[in-house]
């Protein structure tokens, strides 16, 4: 087996690896397996290949890994709803309170809950601040 396949393979396996357990840390390593597979097509001499995966690698898990764990925590505080109801001014249909309550948005009733104890009355314009599951997190207006 050639070099450069070796690090391709091993870039997949870190990819697979990274599907497995979203961690933003293998990622890392199957760029570095990456860019060494492509630099392994012009350099046969595996130790230097070893030594430029490992200088990737720890490059890579120092200075891009913080990017993509931030751009991670973005993403979740989205709510993996892409932003579609986090912000949305939406009517109380039933009272929302800590343990229960409705909205409608879109046409479409979600339970929603209070994060303090006020109680909001229906008709009531609320702001949803936070998505959990199937339950919309709200504030009062």
């Given at each position: 087996?050639?070099?450069?396949?070796?690090?391709?393979?091993?870039?997949?396996?870190?990819?697979?690896?990274?599907?497995?357990?979203?961690?933003?840390?293998?990622?890392?390593?199957?760029?570095?397996g990456f860019i060494t597979a492509?630099?392994?097509?012009?350099?046969?001499?595996?130790?230097?290949?070893?030594?430029?995966?490992?200088?990737?690698?720890i490059i890579s898990v120092l200075?891009?890994?913080?990017?993509?764990?931030?751009?991670?925590?973005?993403?979740?505080?989205?709510?993996?709803?892409?932003?579609?109801?986090?912000?949305?001014?939406?009517?109380?249909?039933?009272?929302v309170s800590k343990y229960s309550?409705?909205?409608?948005?879109?046409?479409?009733?979600?339970?929603?809950?209070?994060?303090?104890?006020?109680?909001?009355?229906?008709?009531?314009?609320?702001?949803?601040?936070?998505?959990?599951?199937?339950?919309?997190?709200?504030?009062?207006?």
């Open positions: 087996m050639v070099l450069w396949e070796i690090f391709a393979i091993a870039g997949l396996v870190f990819l697979i690896l990274e599907m497995i357990v979203p961690s933003m840390f293998f990622l890392n390593l199957a760029i570095a492509i630099i392994a097509i012009w350099i046969t001499n595996w130790i230097y290949l070893i030594l430029l995966f490992v200088i990737l690698s200075f891009l890994r913080p990017i993509l764990i931030k751009s991670k925590k973005d993403k979740e505080h989205e709510t993996g709803m892409e932003a579609k109801y986090i912000g949305k001014i939406v009517k109380v249909t039933e009272p309550g409705a909205i409608t948005i879109y046409d479409e009733r979600w339970e929603a809950r209070t994060e303090n104890d006020e109680t909001i009355p229906a008709r009531s314009e609320v702001k949803i601040v936070k998505y959990d599951s199937l339950i919309l997190t709200v504030e009062k207006v």
